[in-house]
T-cell receptor, first 114, second 108 residues
């Protein structure tokens, strides 16, 4: 089944403890991106990647890092999480970043930073 | 980047058609109009997209104004499973901007 898989789905952590949210897709998609969703703010893009070793900032990149060493994986790294990063995170992928291409989203990862 | 404006919420009765509007007055000539929906406790899922002409698929229809400054997602017969938040986005660059969407309630 074609899908985007995120792990963990739920995580509670403490301020300053580094964590990584993994994202993997099995569709050979070039384009991958991360979003966070907060009440009243909708979905906001954190980072995106057009292909292996190519990443760029979205609208809210502060406090996050990403890497794209392999085509299928696009982990989101929080080096020193803070409570304002408590949110619901979604990873998505598409064939390319082109205007017509459709995104496939993961099921989401709910992160709580205490 | 271009912005979209949608009503916060709409209501419908089951089996009735639903027209969800979206304004995007700053759309550029190459921006595609995409619609996604998010069911409770799930990630967004693709609904439909188009550039200039109206589009139909098994889920919905997309009506695009002639000047492309607005569009309407049409659900021909709403079901309870269509209750979700519907997002209209413009996909013109590698970045994507989602608005806050329209929460659709469907009543039996």
């Amino acid at each position: 089944e074609a899908q985007v898989t995120q792990n963990p789905r739920y995580l509670i952590t403490v301020t300053g403890k580094k964590l990584t949210v993994t994202c993997s897709q099995n569709m050979n998609h070039e384009y991958m991106s991360w979003y966070r969703q907060d009440p009243g703010l909708g979905l906001r893009q954190i980072y995106y990647s057009m292909n292996v070793e190519v990443t760029d900032k979205g609208d809210v990149p502060e406090g996050y890092k990403v890497s794209r060493k392999e085509k299928r994986n696009f982990p989101l790294i929080l080096e020193s999480p803070s409570p304002n990063q408590t949110s619901l995170y979604f990873c998505a992928s598409s064939l390319q970043g082109a205007r017509a291409n459709v995104l496939t989203f993961g099921a989401g990862s709910r992160l709580t930073v205490l | 980047d271009a912005k979209t404006t949608q009503p916060n919420s709409m209501e419908s009765n089951e089996e009735e058609p639903v027209h969800l509007p979206c304004n995007h007055s700053t759309i550029s000539g190459t921006d595609y109009i995409h619609w996604y929906r998010q069911l409770p406790s799930q990630g967004p899922e693709y609904v439909i997209h188009g550039l200039t002409s109206n589009v139909n698929n098994r889920m919905a229809s997309l009506a695009i104004a002639e000047d492309r400054k607005s569009s309407t997602l049409i659900l021909h017969r709403a079901t309870l499973r269509d209750a979700a938040v519907y997002y209209c986005i413009l996909k013109g660059t590698d970045k994507l901007i989602f608005g806050t969407g329209t929460r659709l309630q469907v009543f039996p």
